[in-house]
C-alpha cells in the first residue's frame, strides 16, 4: 500500500502560482506513472498532467504552458509547478499513483487526500 500526501495548495490572485508536492511512502521509482488530477465544485474528478517512470510528461490543454509536473526520486516527491492561476483552476487537486504490474497484470492505483487550491482576487 503506497501513500500519497499532498501538500502546497491555498489561496491566490488570479495571476498567482502555487507549486504543489505529492510525497509517497515509497521509492516513486517502483511506480508506473504519477499523476495530478483536479475536482472543482460540482464537477467531475479530471487528470490534470502526468509523468511516467521514463520521464514522459503530458498535460491536458487547458493548463499546457502554464503548468509544469516534475518528480525528484531521491525525495519520493512529484511537484505541480502552476503559474499564471486562473479563477477556472479552482479545484481540490489529488495526487495519484500507479503501480508496477502485478502477476495477474492488474495495476494497484493509489490516491492522496487532497489540497484545495483557489484562485481568486
Known amino acids: 500500500q503506497v501513500h500519497l500526501v499532498e501538500s502546497g495548495g491555498g489561496l491566490v490572485q488570479p495571476g498567482g502560482s502555487l507549486r504543489l508536492s505529492c510525497t509517497a511512502s515509497?521509492?516513486?521509482?517502483?511506480?508506473?506513472?504519477m499523476r495530478w488530477y483536479r475536482q472543482g465544485p460540482g464537477l467531475v474528478r479530471k487528470l490534470v498532467a502526468f509523468?511516467?517512470?521514463?520521464?514522459?510528461?503530458g498535460y491536458t490543454a487547458s493548463v499546457k504552458g502554464r503548468f509544469t509536473i516534475t518528480r525528484d526520486n531521491t525525495k519520493n516527491t512529484v511537484y505541480l509547478q502552476m503559474n499564471s492561476l486562473k479563477p477556472n483552476d479552482t479545484a481540490v487537486y489529488y495526487c495519484?499513483?500507479?503501480?508496477?504490474?502485478?502477476?495477474?497484470?492488474?495495476?494497484?492505483?493509489?490516491w492522496g487526500q487532497g489540497t484545495q487550491v483557489t484562485v481568486s482576487a
Open positions: 495519484n499513483a500507479i503501480g508496477p504490474l502485478n502477476e495477474d497484470n492488474s495495476r494497484d492505483e493509489y
Open positions: 515509497e521509492s516513486i521509482l517502483s511506480l508506473n506513472a
Open positions: 509523468i511516467r517512470d521514463d520521464g514522459d510528461t
